[in-house]
């Protein structure tokens, strides 16, 4: 799985097989905890982040959410910045 950004110790990540669809969505690790976050809403789907953590991820999925969609439709992945 791709590493495309970290910040504050949050792994971001993206994966995804080709029989897998919509929505799309990042991986946000952080220590023991792993979430899910759904590219158009910003919503955890799954996972258990902690509060403070899911609002970095999220800010920074907002961010980005454009290069974001961008990846998950042609699999080049890139890395982007950090959160700062």
Not at 18 to 28: D, F, L, M, Q, T
Not at 33 to 44: C, H, P, S, V
């Amino acid at each position: 799985m791709p590493i495309i950004s970290n910040f504050y110790g949050i792994i971001i990540k993206m994966y995804f097989r080709e029989s897998e669809h919509n929505p799309p969505y990042i991986h946000a690790i952080y220590n023991e905890y792993i979430g899910i976050i759904d590219l158009n809403i910003f919503k955890m789907l799954e996972g258990d982040l902690p509060n403070k953590a899911l609002k970095m991820v999220q800010e920074w999925t907002e961010n980005n959410q454009q290069a974001l969609l961008k990846i998950w439709e042609t699999q080049e992945f890139i890395k982007l910045p950090p959160l700062v």
